[in-house]
């Protein structure tokens, strides 16, 4: 609860009415999906339909799948640049590149 305000909460930097995203998260979650999708390339074989840059984008899709999944089961999504959420994301980003790579039909040259 802020000083002096019972229906806000500080979280981060700013003040936010609870429900409300806050900007700073929405930047934590951009560079945690980033790492996730970084990692999850080497895990799941093949290339994706966009590069190095799609599984990317794909991870930060994945940041948010795995947060989904998590609060799902009823554990806590991502929580700010830490190792659990960056495993919350990679789960998700790794759910969602071999989901890719099976729709686009692409398989590794191994």
Do not use: Q
Not at 73 to 97: C, K, M, P, Q, W
């Amino acid at each position: 609860m802020a000083a002096g305000r019972p229906d806000c909460e500080r979280v981060g930097f700013k003040i936010t009415r609870p429900g409300k995203v806050n900007n700073m998260f929405i930047i934590i979650w951009l560079v945690v999906g980033l790492i996730a999708g970084y990692l999850a390339k080497f895990v799941v074989p093949g290339e994706g339909p966009g590069g190095v840059i799609g599984d990317l984008v794909i991870g930060v899709i994945g940041a948010f799948l795995g947060g989904w999944i998590f609060g799902f089961f009823g554990h806590s999504g991502i929580t700010g640049i830490n190792i659990y959420s960056i495993v919350v994301a990679f789960v998700g980003a790794v759910i969602l590149l071999f989901l890719s790579r099976l729709l686009s039909g692409r398989r590794s040259g191994v």
